[in-house]
T-cell receptor
Framework: GAVVSQHPSRVICKSGTSVKIECRSLDFQATTMFWYRQFPKQSLMLMATSNEGSKATYEQGVEKDKFLINHASLTLSTLTVTSAHPEDSSFYIC???????????FGDGTRLSIL | GEDVEQSLFLSVREGDSSVINCTYTDSSSTYLYWYKQEPGAGLQLLTYIFSNMDMKQDQRLTVLLNKKDKHLSLRIADTQTGDSAIYFCAESMASGGSYIPTFGRGTSLIVHP
């Protein structure tokens, strides 16, 4: 149980393109999902908390107009990197938990490369 | 200093035990976790321990918690080459109804034959 699926696993695109990443909880409902960014050999940096049916809560320093988050259902959250530039290249990982006091389960991540 | 600290590298021989250590600063931490990340993949929850526990064992994995010293360790018995990965220690406490973990920088475990 507690499987989180993330797609796509890898994206390579030109500068200026908008890229959408999907995060799905396959066998449980998640009122809250989380989006992280990971730089090489670094820890995970929490970008935002995605709440079903309401606006996402962004961490300090994360541009909400740059990283659009939509949590349309209890099993799906999307992160759209708008007008991506090379500095947005990174590994993006989502997570979800069945309950607020339960551990988070992570997707397999999306490697985004902007040329 | 960082909230969660762990050494960056550990090298062991196949068949030996591995011990990965972690220290944290927040005495209010409620849950402490160990995650495993293989190259190019997301994080896999290995195990977690509630702050009122001292030890938890699950097959080859043993987690020890010293709450007084704010020290958490993960012992992997009979380490195999497939255990080579980055291991993240994390801690969380209740905040606005959620338990959002704070991660360490990860310990890269290298298992050689």
């Amino acid at each position: 149980g507690a499987v989180v699926s993330q797609h796509p696993s890898r994206v390579i695109c030109k500068s200026g393109t908008s890229v959408k990443i999907e995060c799905r909880s396959l066998d449980f409902q998640a009122t809250t999902m989380f989006w992280y960014r990971q730089f090489p050999k670094q820890s995970l940096m929490l970008m935002a908390t995605s709440n079903e049916g309401s606006k996402a809560t962004y961490e300090q320093g994360v541009e909400k107009d740059k990283f659009l988050i939509n949590h349309a259902s209890l099993t799906l959250s999307t992160l759209t990197v708008t007008s991506a530039h090379p500095e947005d290249s990174s590994f993006y990982i989502c997570s979800a938990s069945m309950r607020a006091d339960q551990p988070q389960h992570f997707g397999d991540g999306t490697r985004l490369s902007i040329l | 200093g960082e909230d969660v600290e762990q050494s960056l590298f550990l090298s062991v021989r196949e068949g030996d035990s591995s011990v990965i250590n972690c220290t944290y600063t927040d005495s209010s931490s409620t849950y402490l976790y160990w995650y495993k990340q293989e190259p190019g993949a997301g994080l896999q929850l290995l195990t977690y321990i509630f702050s009122n526990m001292d030890m938890k064992q699950d097959q080859r994995l043993t987690v020890l918690l010293n709450k007084k010293d704010k020290h958490l360790s993960l012992r992997i018995a009979d380490t195999q080459t497939g255990d080579s990965a980055i291991y993240f220690c994390a801690e969380s406490m209740a905040s606005g109804g959620s338990y959002i973990p704070t991660f360490g920088r990860g310990t890269s475990l290298i298992v050689h034959p």
